[in-house]
Structures are given as structure tokens and as C-alpha cells.
């Protein structure tokens, strides 16, 4: 092949090796989103078909050369509504199975394990509720229904895995929900699918699906040493929730114990149910959020936590289901403030004394 | 293609172009910068948007270059960010929303229903030196660095995170926009006070029906653009906090406002190009277009619903599954009077005495890359496949059928229709049907192995991207080389005709409509005196009484 020149050979081979035409189905929805496609792209043919012959077919059999007077027709209603009636019943179809999926892709199951991601200019920030933090990579375990929790720290992004047949939205300010169950082990890319700035096309990364053994132990090997929840009792704790968030009966704050999935009455009368995305708001934006009964005293977090914070002292909240444990951080808690106060007041006063000596 | 041809020129050896037409009536540059005639403007805004067209052409050629290798090879990822943004803004603020409706539209909408002129010829000329002002401001963006935000200016992105020329950007859009308003202004009064004594609305080609529709979209759509608009820039320079969560906004507020406008301009770009085929379809295969009621109202509920289908741009974006229902369900409903139209015009074939000019050729090359823009529209607008499909190379494909395959076919099929009445001269023949078929062949090498690049995966707006993609990648930028050498055809042997193609004397292709029935180039004031409508639309029958009565006449 010396006549071939060197770099279409390279193209030919790659061509040959490296040449999909169909992304892998490795998720439980994917062979059912396929044959929504599948039809579709059927349908489209035949349309397409039925077009060109109609084109084709005319323009032989009514060429000028075959047929030089045309004979003036000015419509027909019959014809006309066959092809207005054929495809509204065809789309619906398409409408109904597509929303039919649409609603099970955006509906978790009840009993899915939850993993939050946070996108961030250009990486994705993935917690497993174990604790174990992974950038640019999701492990996750055949045969269980996994749920994504998804916010972002800055911009757009979106999450999205081809061979899962899934993508979601991550967006700024809002958690956004997704779920799949993973039905073969292997690798499968992780995209970000919505422009993003500079590196959108770095924002990439593995998904990987293991056995639930392989899984157990992956999770075993990677962790960090505290749980998502454990984390987020640690950022409560030393930002002085407990503070107000206790039980005393002088509490400032109303107990978060069983909080998550009441329903919760605003001071401003409204009902809510106290979700993720709730406690969320609550956390860093408390003045819109206050409790019927309690005064809106409590500062707002927006800037002091990030995301992944937030996304800790989320699951920490709806873990909480007693409050032994705040009593407990109470107890240390208490002595800070104080400790932390009487150092503050130190050189506070200083330079005050210092201000009257000068002048 | 088959020899027989209805293209009827006058003697070449005596025919010459009339003296007196609106090209050389009066000389010299401001009488062109001046001027009020439709005509003239309509060719200020064709010789502009074809430079646009190649700027935005040349940006689509870098883009392809840049992903014939996986790595960021040509250029790094923020060039060519800033590639792709613009390639975007020019392409479908500077060409193709004006593309027919400014040029063409402009051309013959007074001509078509008897009228001297626009309605309001300054606010036509007005119009396009906005254009020309919103053109300037994208080039001085582009030289002064560009911007990279994607056309859709996506906020928090557009307004807090990048550092690139968004202001100067998104107002030259602003601009832009309110010359888009005022050409839909000025032909719906035209359409509704200019026309001619028997012209009643079921008597109006079906090319004003569609420039109609689009004016509508044009004048109440518009408006929500430039404010969105106004909105991006108050965010970014005093941070308002309308659509930035930081400071307190909606970022999802954005994406209604921004595509409750740009949902209704993919339907401003392609309805004035149906209004095209119907013109051409029916010319050339000399029957009244089947079901010619059908077609125009069609255009209008296009038009209707095409307001309602915004949110099919969101159903990934955290809108309720209910709200996603329910405008998945208008989607499909605004499927339906595109599906009646392609039906439509092929049935106009039907016992017709069809031949094959160059303008047939790409009305044939629409109908085929717009069912399957149109087809693979509905993948998208079901709600399921489209969490796959969007955002992918699919959505890229998807919507270059429409616009590159649907809108552009259908703007060089009608600019080879009216260009003898525009010029008065003939474009040569053979070579335009070589371009014709060219374009149809490199089109589809460009954008069909892009439905499989998306149905893999292959996000859009990638800079690089996993080597397995490469193989479909370089047929697709192979297709654009071809592609590209079938839309600088046209350029040439267009402006080659200008001197040298033939006489085309005032009907070349025996059609029925007003414009065809006076001078090419027409007078100034477009006839000699007002015509009277005493037939209908495409009544090819009236055409030939009228040829049989001169002949007796003359003879």
C-alpha cells in the first residue's frame, strides 16, 4: 500500500477498529428508550419514503416530455385529511410512549440510594452518602436503582450518560433529580452536554458500573473516613447551628429531628414539605424560610458554604432522627461561642483602647 | 435532465433590457443609500446578508477543520468557543432571519399584490441601515475578540462568568432585532391596505401568506428578545439580580424569556422559505398548488402554535413533568401543518407537466431535507428520546436540516426563481443544476453522519472529543468542503450573468404571478399602471387566454 498515502491509511484502519454506530445499553431504560427510537426512525422512513416516491414517481410520469398539458386539480379534502389525520395519530403515539418514559427517567423510586452531584466550572464533584468523593468519575453498582441529586456551583451543566440513555440538567440554585439502574459492568463516558465556558469539552469523565461485590468493595477501599451525613454533623456543628437548632426550651431555633419530609407552616401561613430542596433554601436564604412561631433571626449561609456543603448538612438533616446527638455537640458548642467570644473581645477592645488613647 | 423546458426567452438577437427599470433610474451611491424603493433596499439587504453568509460560511469551515482531529489541534478550546458563538449569531440573526423575507420578500411581496411599494419605504430603508448598524457591531465584536457565549447567551454564563464582548453582542442583536420589527410591520400593512383592486386575500400568492405568518412572528416575538436582551446587559453591568441565582434571580427565567422568541424565529426563518417552494412547485409543474387553502392556513397555525412550544427547549432543564407534558403535546400538534404543506406539494405534481429548472431542483432538495429536518424534529419534541437526544450532535443535525437543508435550499431555489425579474438577465442553466446537486450531495456528507454522532452521544459545542467519534467526524467536514464549493458557485456564475446571461424578457418561466406580468427589471414604481386581479392564484389557464390574446392582438 505504498501508493496509499500514510494518513488515509491511519483513517482507514482507525475506520475500521474504532467505529461505533449504536451507543451501548447499560442501564434498564435503555433498550425501552430504544425502542421508542427505533420506531420513530422506522416511521421517519417510511414518511420519507412515501415522500421521494411521491416526488420521483410524479416527476417521471408527469414530466413535460410525457405530459405537456397539466390537468388543473384544486385540491381534495379526503386526501387532505388522510395525511392531516395519519400523522397527528402517529405524533401522538410518539407523545404518549415519550412522556410514558419521560415520567419514569424524572420519577426516583422510593427505595433508590442517593448520590449528590455538584458541577462546577469544569469538573463534576460526585458524594456518595458513604463519604467517598469522586471528580470526573461515578462508580456505581448493578441491579440497584441509583438516584442523582444534582445542583450547580456556578453555571449550567448538564450530566449526561449516553450508554444510560439519562441526562439531567444541573443547574444553579436548585437541585434537579435523576435516576437509572445499571444492568452491565463497564465504562461508559460522562459528558457535560450543556456549554459551560473555556473547558465545556473537559468536563468530562468514566462512569463506572461494577457488580454489587466489586461496588462493596470499591466503596470499602475508597472511603474517607466519615460519612456524607458525618461531614455534614461536623459543618453543623462548627458553624454553631446547635446553637439555636436544640431543644432547650429556650431554643432560638426549632429542632431539625424528623424534619425532613414533614410538613412544616411558614410565618407567613404557607404549608410546605421539608425536602432537599427546602432545607436548602433554609440554609442560605433563611429570612423567606421561617417556621411559624420562631423570630427571623437567623443569618443567611449564601457564600460561607459551598455546595458540597450544603449538600452535607442536607443529609445530615434528614439523618437526623433524634436529638441526642445535637444535645451532645451542644455541650462543646456551648464552651466555643464563649471561648471564641471572650478571644474576640480581647483584641476587639484593644484597638478601641487604643482609638481613645491616640487622639 | 429531461430537454423539455418551459423557459421562454425573447429573441436574443433583438431583445434588449428596458431602458427605463429601478436599477438605472437614477445613478450614483446615494441614490442608492437614499433610497426608498423596495426594490433597491431589497438588493442592499441581498448583497449584505451574502456577505454575512460567507463570514458565518468561513466561521462553519474552522469549525469543521477544528473537529477533523479529536484534540484541540487548530485552534484552542476558547477560540474556538468564540468561533462557534459567532458563526451562530451571524448565521441566524444576520442571515437567516432576514434571508428571504428582507430580500425577497422585500422584492416582490409589493409586486405580488399590485402595489407600488411598501407601505412605509422609509421605515423599509430605516430597517436596513439598522441591519447595517447591528453588522458593524458584530464585526467590531469579532475584532475586538469576539464573545463566547453561544448564540443562546445563556445566563449565569453570559452575565457573570465570562469576560468577553457580551454588551456589544447582545446589542447588536437589540439592533437587529428592531430591524426584523419594522419589516414585519411594513408588510403587514402592506398586505392588509396596499393591495390591488380584485386582489382579495384568497387571491394572494401563497408566498405573502407565509411572509404574512412570519411578520406576525416577527412583530410580537421580537420584542421579548430585545428585552431579554436589555435584561443580560442590566444584569452583567449593574447585577439587577433577575436571572443570576447569586443575586437573587431566576436562571430559568432566562431560558423562557430567551426562547419564547427564539422558538417563533425558527418558524420566522423557514415560513417565508415554504412561501418559496410554493411559488416554484407550482410554476413548475404549471398547476394551481393542491389545496391552496390548506397550504395558507397551515402557514398561519404554524404561526399560532409556534408560539406555544417554548418550553420543548427545557423538558431537561428542571421544568415540571406536567409543564413538559403539556408543551410536548403542542409540539406534536405543530408537526402536523408541516406534514400538510410537504403533502401538499407533492400532490401539486400530481398530473402536472413538470420540468427541471435549477429553482425546481432545490425545491426538491427542501422537500427531502425538510421532512427529515422535520421528522427528526419529532424525536426530539417526544419527551423521552429527547433527554438523550438533546444537546448532542442530533440537536446540531437536526436543526441544520431545517435551516441549511429546509430555509437556505428554499433562499437560492427562489433566489434563481426571481433573479431574471430582478436583473432582468438569465443565470446560466447547466451550471446552476450542476450546484444545485452538488449542494444537495455535500449537505447531506456534512449533517446526516451527525444524527449518529448525537444518537452516540457526541455532545455539542465540544472543542474536542473522544477519539471513537473521529471517523464520522471526518466525513462530516469532507461533506463541507463539497458543500462549500455548491454555495460559491451561485456567487459566481450569478455575478457573471449580470453582463453576460441571457435576456430574460418579462416571464421567463410563463408564471401567473403579478410580478411576472410587467417588465424585468420592473419601473420604479413596479407597473405602468395598477393592475386589476380578475383570476386567481396560479391560474395557469387565465395565463394562456392572456398569451393567446396578444398573439391575436399583435398578429
Avoid at chain 1, 100 to 110: H, N, S
Avoid at chain 1, 268 to 281: C, K, S, W
Avoid at chain 2, 196 to 203: D, I, V
Wanted: some cysteine; hydrophobic content about 45%.
Amino acid at each position: 500500500m505504498d501508493h496509499i498515502s500514510p494518513v488515509l491509511w491511519q483513517f482507514l484502519q482507525k475506520w475500521l477498529t474504532h467505529f461505533a454506530l449504536f451507543p451501548p445499553e447499560a442501564s434498564k431504560i435503555a433498550p425501552e428508550m430504544d425502542a421508542l427510537y427505533f420506531f420513530m426512525v422506522l416511521v421517519s422512513l417510511v414518511g420519507l419514503t412515501l415522500v421521494v416516491l411521491l416526488i420521483v414517481g410524479f416527476s417521471i410520469l408527469y414530466s413535460k416530455t410525457r405530459h405537456p398539458h397539466a390537468v388543473q386539480i384544486e385540491g381534495s379534502t379526503i386526501l387532505e385529511a388522510t395525511w392531516t389525520i395519519i400523522p397527528l395519530g402517529l405524533f401522538l403515539i410518539m407523545f404518549v410512549w415519550g412522556a410514558l418514559l419521560y415520567f419514569r427517567i424524572y420519577t426516583p423510586p422510593a427505595n433508590a440510594m442517593n448520590i449528590y452531584v455538584v458541577g462546577k466550572q469544569w469538573m463534576w464533584k460526585v458524594e456518595h452518602p458513604g463519604g467517598q468523593h469522586e471528580i470526573n468519575a461515578l462508580h456505581v453498582p448493578t441491579g440497584r436503582p441509583i438516584q442523582l441529586t444534582l445542583i450547580s456551583q456556578d453555571v449550567f451543566h448538564s450530566f449526561s450518560i449516553p450508554a444510560f440513555r439519562v441526562k439531567r440538567e444541573a443547574i444553579p440554585g436548585r437541585y434537579t433529580t435523576v435516576w437509572f439502574e445499571a444492568t452491565t459492568p463497564g465504562t461508559y463516558h460522562l459528558f457535560c452536554t450543556q456549554y459551560c465556558g473555556t473547558n465545556h469539552s473537559q468536563m468530562i469523565g468514566d462512569v463506572v458500573v461494577m457488580t454489587p461485590d466489586d461496588f462493596r468493595k470499591w466503596l470499602q477501599s475508597s472511603t474517607s473516613g466519615n460519612s456524607l451525613a458525618q461531614d455534614g454533623e461536623r459543618l453543623f456543628a462548627s458553624l454553631s447551628c446547635s446553637a439555636c437548632h436544640n431543644t432547650r426550651p429556650d431554643a432560638r431555633g426549632p429542632s431539625l429531628a424528623n424534619v425532613y419530609d414533614s410538613r412544616l407552616t411558614l410565618s407567613t401561613g404557607e404549608t410546605i414539605t421539608a425536602d432537599d430542596a427546602y432545607l436548602r433554601q433554609a440554609i442560605l436564604n433563611p429570612s423567606q424560610h421561617i417556621t411559624q412561631g420562631y423570630a427571623p433571626i437567623m443569618p443567611t449561609y449564601q457564600g460561607q458554604v459551598s455546595e458540597e456543603g450544603v449538600v452535607a448538612l442536607v443529609e445530615y438533616i434528614k439523618n437526623l432522627d433524634s436529638d441526642y446527638r445535637v444535645q451532645q455537640t451542644l455541650n462543646t458548642t456551648d464552651l466555643v461561642p464563649q471561648s471564641q467570644g471572650s478571644k474576640a473581645a480581647t483584641p476587639g477592645q484593644a484597638p478601641a483602647a487604643q482609638k481613645e488613647v491616640k487622639p | 435532465m429531461s430537454a423539455a423546458t418551459i423557459v421562454s426567452l425573447p429573441d436574443q438577437s433583438t431583445a434588449t433590457i428596458p431602458k427605463m427599470n429601478f436599477l438605472s433610474k437614477e445613478n450614483g451611491l446615494l441614490s442608492w443609500l437614499l433610497t426608498g424603493d423596495h426594490k433597491r433596499i431589497a438588493t442592499l439587504y441581498l448583497i449584505s446578508i451574502t456577505f454575512f453568509f460567507f463570514i458565518g460560511g468561513s466561521l462553519a469551515g474552522l469549525i469543521r477543520l477544528e473537529l477533523l482531529t479529536p484534540q484541540t489541534s487548530l485552534m484552542a478550546a476558547d477560540t474556538y468557543n468564540k468561533v462557534f458563538t459567532m458563526h451562530g449569531v451571524i448565521m441566524v440573526f444576520l442571515f437567516l432571519v432576514p434571508s428571504v423575507p428582507a430580500t425577497i420578500g422585500n422584492f416582490v411581496i409589493p409586486m405580488m399584490v399590485g402595489a407600488k411599494d411598501l407601505a412605509l419605504p422609509k421605515v423599509n430603508l430605516l430597517s436596513w441601515y439598522l441591519y447595517i448598524i447591528a453588522g458593524f457591531m458584530v464585526i467590531y465584536t469579532m475584532a475586538a475578540g469576539g464573545v463566547d457565549t453561544g448564540w443562546t447567551f445563556t445566563s449565569p454564563l453570559s452575565t457573570h462568568y465570562l469576560n468577553t464582548h457580551v454588551i456589544s453582542t447582545g446589542l447588536a442583536i437589540f439592533v437587529a432585532g428592531f430591524s426584523s420589527i419594522f419589516t414585519g410591520l411594513n408588510f403587514i400593512v402592506t398586505i392588509h391596505k396596499m393591495r390591488c383592486p380584485g386582489m382579495t386575500w384568497f387571491r394572494l400568492p401563497l408566498f405573502v401568506w407565509s411572509n404574512y405568518a412570519a411578520s406576525i412572528l416577527m412583530v410580537l416575538g421580537t420584542p421579548v428578545l430585545a428585552i431579554t436582551l436589555v435584561l443580560v446587559v442590566l444584569e452583567r453591568t449593574l447585577h439587577i439580580g433577575v436571572f443570576d441565582p447569586a443575586y437573587g434571580g431566576d436562571p430559568i427565567l432566562f431560558q423562557h424569556l430567551f426562547w419564547f422568541y427564539s422558538h417563533p424565529a425558527v418558524y420566522i426563518m423557514i415560513l417565508p422559505g415554504m412561501g418559496v417552494i410554493s411559488e416554484v412547485v407550482s410554476t413548475f409543474s404549471r398547476k394551481r398548488v393542491f389545496g391552496y387553502t390548506a397550504v395558507a392556513f397551515s402557514s398561519v397555525a404554524i404561526a399560532v402554535f409556534g408560539f406555544f412550544v417554548w418550553a420543548h427547549h427545557m423538558f431537561i432543564m428542571g421544568i415540571s413533568n406536567y409543564a413538559a407534558l403539556v408543551f410536548s403535546l403542542l409540539t406534536m400538534l405543530v408537526a402536523v401543518p408541516s406534514a400538510i404543506k410537504i403533502f401538499n406539494w407533492a400532490f401539486t405534481l400530481y398530473k402536472g407537466s413538470i420540468t427541471f429548472e435549477t429553482p425546481m431542483l432545490y425545491a426538491f432538495g427542501f422537500m427531502g431535507l425538510f421532512t427529515i429536518g422535520g421528522m427528526t424534529g419529532v424525536f426530539l419534541g417526544s419527551t423521552g428520546t429527547d433527554i438523550h437526544l438533546t444537546e448532542t450532535y442530533f440537536i446540531v443535525a437536526h436543526f441544520h436540516f431545517v435551516m441549511v437543508g429546509g430555509m437556505l435550499m428554499a433562499f437560492l431555489s427562489g433566489i434563481h426563481f426571481w433573479w431574471p425579474k430582478w436583473t432582468g438577465r438569465m443565470y446560466p442553466e447547466k451550471i446552476s443544476q450542476f450546484a444545485a446537486v452538488v449542494t444537495f450531495i455535500g449537505f447531506n456528507f456534512t449533517f446526516f453522519p451527525q444524527f449518529i454522532l448525537g444518537t452516540l452521544g457526541m455532545p455539542r459545542r465540544y472543542a474536542a472529543y473522544p477519539p471513537e467519534f473521529q471517523a464520522l467526524n471526518v466525513f462530516s467536514t469532507a461533506g463541507a468542503t463539497i458543500l462549500g464549493i455548491g454555495y460559491l458557485l451561485p456567487i459566481l456564475y450569478l455575478t457573471w450573468s449580470l453582463k453576460y446571461g441571457a435576456i430574460a424578457g418579462n416571464n421567463p418561466w410563463q408564471a401567473t404571478g403579478l410580478e411576472w406580468q410587467t417588465q424585468s427589471p420592473p419601473l420604479t414604481e413596479n407597473f405602468p399602471e395598477t393592475p386589476i386581479m380578475d383570476h386567481e392564484a396560479y391560474d395557469y389557464e387565465w395565463l394562456e387566454r392572456q398569451e393567446q390574446k396578444e398573439v391575436a392582438s399583435v398578429g
